[in-house]
């Protein structure tokens, strides 16, 4: 066993400390969310919908039927709503029906976000047929692609940095998809079909629909990262920009290797900022190898013809129980793609280069290592206008005991620059870097009490320091989770947590046991505390109902939220409902 701790910790450090020439990047944002959680806690996989057959099945076998109703709102009514400045009514309404069997399936969903007037304010759906003659799938209506490495085309969601590195860094794509989901922005609309032979696939798709972007004072599209449609203002922007894409991927597939190419056509109504064109051609290649404890992932593509991307992953198994990772990434600063989300700091796979590495070491059954280091460069920010450097490093250790009781240590530092401008001595305008460190402290406990009975504890700690003022920020949360499995199918979950923080930036952040299909990570910042209570009811196969009720308040405010979203006192508590049947 000590030999495997001193392979780990040299090839660990090793790998790091030869980065140390490069500088460090990051900027302090939302896009922690991901890195917060693993596959155990939340699995991603869940929140897509999966294909409706079953093995057997014809066409003219019964068709399956799936429906989820689910509702959700916000209890206090904000500003937004008493000034009559939202049109709709706080309710978040999702329904969604799916018909099929193993030949034929169809999927409708309407969605309406809280505030918005109809219903119906987003429609997603689609018509499949499965195997017929050469035709693998072919699609009508709404469809993603999932290729290589996720430069050139991914699902909107999926795990960034973090514990889950060893498992999810290598993807494996699930080519065309059917797309039944709520994210507005991440998938095409139009037809598309694989055509599968002996060890090749193809891939031909068209898109066409309208979307909602963001336009900078020459008329040039900024983003398309604009979804809710609640006041006058928003709709009269809704659906200003046309889009059409066309293209083609075949890949080849045998067991120990795949080889894959991609080309598109992208056509918009509005110049493109970062492109300067409307109209441009995207090419990309992916291979992926695996040769006994050797896997190999690459993926590179031209934006626009001009600009490069490229990703590589070589994952190896020196020893037994024991994963070791390396990953390279370039990603242009001129790249535009809205279906791109490979793995980097930041989602969208642009503007970025690093160097990751990581590994995983099983000791013996009880301890578990993960530990990984990853050095990058943002080579230009939209935050600031020019690049920002930094680092992050982490290590969690696992202990499993036999008589039900596990826990993990965590330690997380991320180094970020934020470039500002202040004055010096004669008053004169001058460019600093201000460099911060943000430092993570976490302890978990999972007790299995008995089979029916699931005890969570957290208790996390945060620091974050200025390098150039000397000022600190503190972060403070732990919580007490159980969780009640009882006869009949009932299920019961609770926790309370309790946190404080010097601000939102100090704010920490929990993955939330929610209703199906729901992934709920809220950073907690200011002083207070917020509980909640899952309970869910499943009758066989057939219906499960589930109710989720929230409550949480700060003491260190009169009221919470800003502008519009502004609540007429310190606490927030909302409820959701979901009703899932399978006929």
Known sequence: MVKKILLCLVMYYLTSYAQTTEMDTLIYDKEDLLEEISNEEAPIDELFEKPMLKQGETLLSRPNIEIRSRFRRQLPISRGYKENVYLGNPWYSYQRIKIGNQIAEGGLLLKKDAGEKSYSDFTNYYFQLNDIFKFKKFIIGDYIIEAGQGLFFWRGYYYSKGVGFSE????????????????????????ATQLDFIFLSILIFYSKRNLTASIDTNGFINNFYFTYFRTQSDLARKNNTGEKIYGSRIFMSRANYKIGFTITENIYSRVIQN???NRYVNMGLDMLFNYQSINVAFESYLNNMRNLNSILVIKLQPVKNMNYLLLYRSYSVSTFNRF??????????????????????????????????????????????????????????????SNGIDFYIRYRSKIFEEKKQIFDDLNRTTKINEVFEKENFRFHLNYKISKKVIYKFRAEYLILSSKYTSTREYGRMFYHDIGLDFLFEKSVNFRITFFSSSSYKSGISSYESDLDGVLTNPILYGKGLKWYLLVKYKIKNLLLLSIKYSYLIRDDVKKIGTGWEQLPANYDDRIGLQLEMNL
């Open 275 to 277: 492109v300067q064109k």
């Open 168 to 191: 999810t860094a290598i993807r494996k794509a699930r080519e065309l998809q059917a797309y039944n989901s709520s994210d507005e922005l991440g998938f095409m609309r139009g037809f």
């Open 340 to 401: 791109s989300n490979p793995f980097g700091e930041y989602s969208g796979g642009k503007s970025e280069n690093g160097f990751f590495t990581g590994m995983k070491c099983k000791l013996n059954k009880y301890l578990l290592i993960t530990a990984y280091a990853d050095k990058y460069t943002i080579p230009f920010s939209e935050k600031y206008n020019f690049s920002v450097n930094g680092s992050e490093y982490f290590i969690q250790i696992n202990n499993y005991f």
